[in-house]
């Protein structure tokens, strides 16, 4: 193919125009800049010099590189001057009607061939390619704010659409040093489809009260490596924005989770728009700025105090047993590892002192810290040891049947006062209560995989904890070097309620056939800057396990959405459970 589009005209030099006038300068293309008049004409010109000069005091750009850019783009204000452009990318404000307008001018102005292609982030690219009389020129190119960071391009192809002129636009975006991922005409494409109704749904959550904003942010940061909380991301992105690009999707999709959330529209029409007006979810500093200031909580009231623990108690000998343990330990609690028999806990005390080793090998414990730890666990295969303890995690296998039996040994065993937790993931903490004499005294700590590394811990309080108990339990974890965040008895706690409905949304998307495997993971990857694309995850995690996770989610929450996609349940089926069996949404093996 020769190089594709040695000319391009940008109509809209504002955010997203300028920065994409830059790339294709950069790229060694002439760059036709299109304003609406000379007034934002020399303001946008403005725009791109400030932008280039900061790029050559962050040496991202050489002098003479700045200078021979600059003289590849030219800035007007006349429509015409779009006649000589092989491509022309609109960046003009998100209204319909406005693009329309554009894209039937720039019909009659551009040669037949002149591909046209859209910046929309939500506006149909159909509506707008049936303005002109070339649909199958027309296509979405929709790039990433700030323009010289984000990798990603998604190309957005309409039922019309040429498959050449989709394959030049990908070429062209490789060309700009970006990657392309192709995607249909649907409200929000791949990222945003995929983004929006999970930042929706954390909305939702806080309106509900179910945890605050610093907690469900946190959440999703320690819990899943998310750059950012979905609440500061919205204020980031602007909670008009993201409310119109929701409101698009739901007029598409019909699907409730779409729907925008009643505060979105509250913030909304009290001018809280996120970052950009000085406050949204987050208070700031000031308008534009990104620091949060700190506000009295509405709640306000102190926190009752814990009770004391000098020692615990771990019920179990598995991944997460031994992983709990280990945190005890290393912040200097003497433990009891008990599990079912001496021959698994010891066995689960010689896992412990090779993760220990493996820490010590690499660097990150010294010898005497691994030894100290070592000593302060103890191996048991009889729970009567445990009665001595102030508190007991237990981390045995996720069946109810299981955990409500070993609650109501525990509730003989342990003394009275002592704390009973579970580390359940999707079990209801009130049912391994209620097998105990002593509900209140019973609480949930959501540890994560691997329990050593991962910051997060949900504290889940169920109707009847006693506050002290709560407090008890955040302290200790604030004392193992743990995170706290704490939320009520239900299903999913925060992270899982508001990972798997993502994940369930991305396998669906791969049903519908709306993007590959590889487009999607790429697309969350470079998009919002996730550590693991979501086939990736559900690979790691196990499509049994998320499976059931989803089923737990829906019968909880009955919303339509939520329920599991026929693509995650014939894989299991099948047995393509992900990494531990060779294949899942991709084939291990043969890699
Ligand atoms: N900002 C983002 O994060 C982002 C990311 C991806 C896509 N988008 C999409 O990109 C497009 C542009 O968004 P933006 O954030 O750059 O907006 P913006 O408001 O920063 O810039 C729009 C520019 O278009 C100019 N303009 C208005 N009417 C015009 C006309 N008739 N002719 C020529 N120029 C005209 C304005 O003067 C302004 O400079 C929108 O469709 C938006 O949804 C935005």
């Not at 960071?149 to 019309?160: D, S």
């Not at 729907?259 to 534009?288: E, H, S």
């Not at 019973?442 to 108990?469: C, Q, R, W, Y």
């Not at 302290?475 to 508001?498: Q, S």
Request: include cysteine.
């Amino acid at each position: 193919m020769e190089r594709p589009f040695p000319t391009v005209a940008v109509v809209g030099l504002g955010t997203m125009g300028a920065g994409i006038a830059v790339a294709i300068a950069q790229s060694g293309r002439r760059v036709i800049g299109i304003e609406a008049d000379a007034d934002a004409a020399g303001r946008a010109l403005g725009r791109i010099e400030e932008a280039t000069a900061r790029a050559v005091r962050r040496e991202r750009l050489t002098d003479a590189e700045r200078t021979a850019l600059l003289g590849l783009i030219s800035v007007g204000d006349r429509l015409d001057a779009a006649a000589t452009a092989d491509l022309v990318i609109e960046e003009v404000p998100e209204q319909l009607e406005l693009k329309r307008e554009i894209f039937a001018e720039l019909d009659r102005i551009c040669p037949p061939e002149t591909v046209l292609a859209t910046g929309t982030t939500a506006l149909s690219v159909t509506r707008i390619a049936a303005a002109t009389a070339r649909p199958e020129r027309v296509l979405g190119l929709h790039f990433f704010n700030p323009v010289h960071t984000m990798k990603l391009v998604e190309v957005v192809r309409t039922v019309l659409t040429s498959p050449q002129a989709s394959e030049e636009a990908a070429a062209f975006a490789r060309e700009l040093g970006k990657e392309p991922v192709a995607a249909g005409d649907r409200a929000g494409f791949i990222v945003n489809g995929l983004l929006f109704a999970y930042l929706n749904q954390a909305a939702a959550m806080l309106e509900s009260r179910y945890a605050t904003r610093e907690d469900i942010d946190a959440a999703m940061r320690l819990g899943c490596g998310l750059p950012m909380g979905p609440l500061a991301l919205l204020d980031l992105i602007g909670i008009d924005t993201a409310r119109t690009v929701l409101e698009a999707m739901y007029e598409q999709s019909r699907d409730r989770l779409h729907a925008p959330a009643p505060i979105l529209g509250q913030l909304v029409a009290a001018g809280l728009l996120g970052r950009k007006t000085g406050r949204g979810f987050y208070a700031y500093d000031a308008p534009g700025s990104s620091r949060a200031v700190a506000e009295a909580s509405a709640g306000g009231t102190a926190r009752v105090a814990g009770r004391p623990v000098a020692s615990v108690g771990v019920c179990g000998s598995g991944t997460m047993a031994t992983g709990i343990v280990e945190v005890f330990a290393k912040a200097g609690l003497p433990v009891l590892l008990a599990a079912r028999s001496q021959e698994k806990a010891d066995r689960a005390k010689a896992q412990l002192a090779k993760s220990l080793e493996r820490s010590v090998s690499r660097g990150r414990l010294a010898a005497e810290q691994r030894d100290a730890a070592l000593a302060l666990v103890t191996a048991t295969g009889s729970y009567a040891d445990l009665a001595g303890v102030d508190l007991v995690v237990e981390a045995v296998a996720e069946d109810l049947a299981v955990k409500r039996d070993l609650f109501a040994v525990l509730d003989k065993i342990v003394k009275p006062g002592a704390v009973l937790a579970t580390t359940t993931s999707s079990l209801p903490v009130i049912s391994c209560a209620t097998a105990t004499s002593r509900p209140h005294d019973v609480i949930g700590m959501h540890f994560f995989n691997p329990a050593p590394a991962m910051k997060l811990v949900e504290v889940v309080s169920t109707v009847l904890t006693s506050p002290d108990v709560t407090s008890t339990v955040l302290d200790l974890c604030t004392k193992v070097r743990k995170h706290p965040v704490e939320c009520g008895d239900r299903a999913g706690f925060i992270v899982n309620a508001l990972l798997f409905p993502y994940l369930n949304d991305a396998v669906r998307m791969l049903q519908e056939h709306y993007a590959t495997v590889d487009d999607i993971d790429t697309a969350m990857k470079l998009g919002c800057g996730y550590p693991m694309g979501p086939f990736e995850l559900l690979d790691v995690v196990g499509l049994d396990v998320s499976l059931t996770i989803e089923k737990v989610l829906h019968q909880e929450f009955r919303e339509p959405g939520l329920a599991a996609a026929p693509l995650l349940e014939h894989l299991v089926a099948a047995g393509c459970l992900g990494r531990k069996t060779g294949r899942g949404f991709r084939d291990h093996a043969r890699r």
